[in-house]
Each structure stands twice: as structure tokens, then as C-alpha cells.
């Protein structure tokens, strides 16, 4: 399984960004897919979960009303569109895949991690 991330960048505060992980290697239809996150200095992070069938969701609080996570069947693909972007979003941001059919939070649960890629939201 791989897991390929995108879209990562510097954005100033109050902008949008969208994160793109291309999956491959399995057939996903019993997965569910997250983003985490890590800031220097600070642990890993729930951001937000998908479930590749039913697209059940959930999201960290801090992230509520502002980041959007969705899939793509056709492209194998999962995203997360950021709005309203603060500094406090800077970190590493990591795609995930655990072979589960419910909405998951704990990086623990998860299998298979992307390489990362970077968003710098500047003041």
C-alpha cells in the first residue's frame, strides 16, 4: 500500500489550501482514511477520518467548520480542502489508511502512512 500526499505550501492566514494523498496497492473499499498532522515540537494529531464506503467523517475540534475531508473512488484519491487558515495549522501534514470500516481518530489504528507534506500558514 502507498500513500502519496500533494498540495502542500505556505498560505497566508485567513487563506485556503487543499491536500491531495493518492492511494494505491489494495483495493479500498473496507478502509478508512484520515489526516494527521505535527507541528515541531508537538505530537501527532488527529485532524480529520473518512470511511472509503458511506464517507462517514469526523473532525478535531480545532478543525471544525473549517477543513472539509472527502474521497474520490474513481481516483483513488482522498482530500482536505482548509479554509480559513491560522498559524496554529503549520505542520507536517500526514495521509493514513487503516483496514477499518468505522471512522477512527487514534494513529495507532492506522496502517499504512504517506510521507508528509509540509503547510506553513503565515501571519
Known amino acids: 500500500v502507498q500513500l502519496i500526499e500533494s498540495g502542500g505550501g505556505l498560505v497566508q492566514a485567513r487563506g485556503s489550501l487543499s491536500l491531495s494523498c493518492m492511494v494505491s496497492?489494495?483495493?479500498?473499499?473496507?478502509?478508512?482514511m484520515a489526516w494527521f498532522r505535527q507541528a515541531p515540537g508537538k505530537e501527532r494529531e488527529f485532524v480529520a477520518t473518512?470511511?472509503?464506503?458511506?464517507?462517514?467523517?469526523k473532525y478535531a475540534d480545532s478543525v471544525k467548520d473549517r477543513f472539509t475531508i472527502s474521497r474520490h473512488s474513481p481516483e483513488n484519491s482522498v482530500y482536505l480542502q482548509m479554509s480559513s487558515l491560522k498559524p496554529e495549522d503549520t505542520a507536517v501534514y500526514y495521509c493514513?489508511?487503516?483496514?477499518?470500516?468505522?471512522?477512527?481518530?487514534?494513529?495507532?489504528?492506522?496502517?499504512?502512512w504517506g510521507q508528509g507534506t509540509q503547510v506553513k500558514v503565515s501571519s
Open positions: 473518512i470511511t472509503w464506503i458511506g464517507g462517514l467523517t
Open positions: 493514513a489508511a487503516a483496514r477499518r470500516s468505522l471512522p477512527r481518530t487514534r494513529s495507532d489504528d492506522y496502517n499504512y
Open positions: 496497492g489494495d483495493s479500498f473499499s473496507d478502509y478508512t
